[in-house]
């Protein structure tokens, strides 16, 4: 082969390979932002169960 057409072969490899970096970044962020939500759900969640529970607790107590 050529000394060009192999440098052409190359690069286009190059630029593949770095498409397909860029692309595993972007759903490595993207899966990253789907934990940190879920996360944060279950945060709320607890907080909010928390919450609850403490006013139960209270509620109890006047009813007694």
């Given at each position: 082969?050529?000394l060009v057409?192999?440098a052409?072969?190359?690069?286009a ?10 692309l595993g ?5 993207f899966l ?9 759900a ?5 907080r909010e ?9 209270t ?6």
């Amino acid at each position: 082969m050529n000394l060009v057409t192999d440098a052409e072969a190359l690069a286009a490899l190059f630029l593949l390979g770095l498409r397909l970096a860029v692309l595993g970044a972007f759903v490595a962020f993207f899966l990253h932002l789907r934990r940190q939500a879920r996360l944060h759900a279950d945060r709320e969640l607890d907080r909010e169960w928390a919450e609850l529970q403490r006013a139960s607790r209270t509620a109890w107590r006047r009813v007694q």
